[in-house]
């Protein structure tokens, strides 16, 4: 008959390891999402140094995110600035990174673009006929 002592202390030692075991998985757990997030964060400090440094680099001084005003945008002076490129919708469309039908419908005032279009949009004004058209060939060779 075994020792219930030596019983004892082998259940003990079992459920002993058992809780461990739980404790540790989730510590585990724990230490990979911090892993995660410590690298993510590295990547945006990355992106925020090369932002930085192409900045100090151009010599130029830009107003931060927050501070941009708002957008406006005008059905009709994006109808007349891509009648000045002479572009198709589509065209245009490429230029923005929207479809031929989104800028029929910001023509024709079914639709608004959004802030991020408004971007875009606001960014192609300065730009003339032949980098637009430039900028065009490029797309062109970046498929092929």
Avoid: C
Wanted: glycine share 6%.
């Amino acid at each position: 008959m075994p020792n219930i002592a030596s019983v004892l202390k082998a259940e003990i030692a079992r459920l002993a390891r058992k809780e461990v075991r739980s404790q540790i998985e989730a510590t585990r757990n724990a230490a990979a999402q911090h892993r995660r997030h410590i690298a993510e964060l590295r990547r945006q400090i990355a992106a925020l140094q090369r932002q930085v440094a192409s900045l100090n680099k151009g010599g130029r001084t830009s107003t931060p995110p927050a501070v941009e005003k708002a957008r406006r945008f005008s059905a009709k002076g994006l109808r007349s600035h891509r009648q000045r490129l002479g572009l198709s919708a589509e065209d245009y469309g490429r230029l923005v990174g929207v479809s031929a039908q989104s800028i029929y419908n910001w023509e024709r005032e079914v639709a608004m673009p959004r802030e991020a279009q408004k971007a875009k949009l606001s960014a192609l004004r300065a730009v003339g006929a032949r980098a637009a058209r430039a900028h065009l060939e490029r797309l062109d060779g970046e498929r092929d």
